[in-house]
Structures are given as structure tokens and as C-alpha cells.
């Protein structure tokens, strides 16, 4: 499976940006999409995911009722919509794909990380 990221780039605190992940491959396989983000100094940790079965999402409390995790499963794509941004959501944006129902740092597939950086 490869993940191809998109749509990071620099906002101003409020704004808002989406982020779109592609899989290709053996995309059946996959059970779980989500992302990650990594500040610099900081551990990897997990923003949001969605299981691609039955639509079921999960949000980390930090960007709950900002951020919005979708999929498009014909196109095998997902987004998250983040909205309200703040200086502290500046991080490398990571996708992941699992063939399991949770996200770790070690799952499986990973996307190269698409920057987003909110500053004024």
C-alpha cells in the first residue's frame, strides 16, 4: 500500500486547511485510515482516524470540534478538514493505514508527511 499526502502548507491562526491522503495498492487490505502529526521535539501522536467499514471515527481531544476526518472509500482517499487552527497544530501530518482496527506508531503504512504550519 502507498499513501500519497496533499494540501499542508502555511496558515494564518483561525484558518483552515484539508488534507487529503491517496492509498493505492493492495488497498483492500486496509481496515483503518487515520493521521498523525509530529511537532518538532515532540513524539508522534495521533489527530484522527476512521474505520473505513462503517464510517466509525475517532478525535484526539486536542482538535475535537475542529478537526473532521472523512473517507472516500470508491476512491480509497481520506481527508481531514481542520478548521480553527492554532500555533500549536504545527506538525508534519502523517497518514496511516492499517490492516487492524487501531493506529499506532507502528502501524503498518505510512504517507512521507506533508507540512502545516499556522502562523501569523
Known amino acids: 500500500v502507498q499513501l500519497v499526502e496533499s494540501g499542508g502548507g502555511l496558515v494564518q491562526p483561525g484558518g483552515s486547511l484539508r488534507l487529503s491522503c491517496a492509498a493505492s495498492g493492495r488497498t483492500f487490505s486496509i481496515f483503518t485510515m487515520g493521521w498523525f502529526r509530529q511537532a518538532p521535539g515532540k513524539e508522534r501522536e495521533i489527530v484522527a482516524s476512521?474505520?473505513?467499514?462503517?464510517?466509525?471515527?475517532y478525535s484526539a481531544d486536542s482538535v475535537k470540534g475542529r478537526f473532521t476526518i472523512s473517507s472516500d472509500n470508491d476512491k480509497n482517499t481520506v481527508h481531514l478538514q481542520m478548521n480553527s487552527l492554532k500555533p500549536e497544530d504545527t506538525a508534519v501530518y502523517y497518514c496511516?493505514?492499517?490492516?487492524?482496527?487501531?493506529?499506532?506508531?507502528?502501524?503498518?503504512?505510512w504517507g512521507q508527511g506533508t507540512q502545516v504550519t499556522v502562523s501569523s
Open positions: 496511516i493505514a492499517s490492516p487492524s482496527s487501531i493506529l499506532t506508531t507502528k502501524s503498518r503504512y
Open positions: 476512521i474505520r473505513r467499514r462503517d464510517g466509525n471515527t
